[in-house]
């Protein structure tokens, strides 16, 4: 494999080496602060983070969630906000002050479910640096106890109907919120992924096997435990045995209006239900509003949906993600594609309902190509294209996630053992994003030249300089390129040596050249952009460092690990890219 020479091109800063230190590395010339940290106060009423205890339920509520991942910025009257998503919380770090990182009590369990969800946050700059205004009337915690409207194909379904709403139109909360989106009439997407973790049964396990799950459970991984959240001894709708039905209100992606802390959340559903990773959001041609989604999980799919109705500047688009077609992904080995329309003919489902509830297995239905992890979506503002990091697949060979499909290697994921995944891009016919055919290729195919000669060494873009795996956070800034993120190994050893801790790099679309920006600390994985307007500060997030027990960032000493959104500035005040 032939390495191209860097050509200096694009990028206006110099490219960072790989970096195992615990702290953000960054070009010469650019500096960093942390802006809003887990536990961190949002209201004065509120105690400074406790390093000792880690908060209480109490405190957590009134405080930045924990592992920060997608967010957006938003402006008004010159006051600037910013919505992020809170993924979940490491149960080492939130009870590491109990026994084995365990919870102790109901408190401790609830602290963890409270660190969840999204945190609305006005921020402003002050002697050069970003930081959360507190008690200011923008603030907002969303948790998994906020009430939400259903909205969409699913809304009043019986599968959505629970024992305290009968109805089926009002969910409590949202949690795992993964990527995000942003509309052009100013909401925020918040996508809502590893659902399932938070669900358990209080029924007895029989021969290791749970007692009559509901159809459709094993595809999504909803089983008799959780992950170790325990939310379930607190709030009886996580437990499945009695509430079968609540898992189906989760897996959704929520629009939020953000500069309105009185609003009321609205569960997308007719954006379809799976393990949501993004949601990137374009305006086709004709109006049409279209958004691309990946759903993460080995062997799952790329979808998206075209709304029925067509978006006007100043004019009332509050509900064009109610209605709309959901299509899933092809790909041709040939490097041509279509969209699979989900419908009741397409896939023998009854209902526009049930497809948005089941659909994972309406995809499957229409013979959608199984897809190495389909992370974020990034569509290229200056050109009709969409790129999606598809981070890795590590077990091929092994079973995919039940009642999945078989994953055989196919065009965009041409790798068996793929440890180090690939970013796939298409471009739409006649230049329309709500076309049903498009042609793709791989921007690139990361690997490790330094180990491996063969397919492994990763796409000819790929090279010593600036080797990585497992890309994950994607988003085009408004020149055109193309910003990634990882979240993968950082062992740098053996198939991943050299490459250090996660990191982010940005591309360029036309010439193919990648080049490192940023390395972060320990242990962490780098996910979630926001640019001010102006480009002088982009806001990036450090989700989970020291998962593992090996970091104090950002405090250093013996400091508790804390995810947090830092601000990324030049020191000469420039334009940054
Ligand atoms: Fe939450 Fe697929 O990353
Ligand atoms: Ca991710
Ligand atoms: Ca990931």
Redesign the pocket.
Known sequence: LTRPAHAAGRFGFAPVEASTLDTITLPEGYNWHTVAVWGEPMWSDAPEFDHATRGSADSQVRAFGDNN?GMALFTRDGRYILAVNN?YTNRKVIWGNREEGKPADEDDILKGMLAHGVSVVEIARQDGKWSIVRDSAFNRRITPQTPMEITGPARGHDLMKTAADPAGVRALGTW?N??NGRTPWGTYLTCE??FNGYFSSSEEIQDQKPVALPEGFARYGIGPKDWGYGWALVDERFDIARHPNEPNRAGHVVEIDPLDPASMPKKRTALGRF?H?NAELVVANDGRVVVYLGD?ERGEFIYRFVSDGKYVAGGDNADLLENGRLYVARFHDDGRGEWLELTPETTGMKSRAEICIHTRQAASAVGATTMD?P?WVAANPLKAEAYCCL?NNKNRAAKPNAGGDPTPVNGPNPRAANNYGQIVRWAPDNEDHTANTFSWDLFVMAGNPAVHTDAHAGSRNVTEENKFNSP?GLAFDSTGLVWIQT?GNYSSEGDFAGMGNNQMLIGDPASGDIRRFMVGPKECEV?GFAWTPDRRTVFIGIQHPGEKGNSHWPEGGDAVPRSAVIAIRRDDNGVIG
Do not use: A
């Open positions: 991942d993924e795992n993964c990527g992924e590893n393990k990773e993460d992890r992370e981070t994950d979240d996910t």
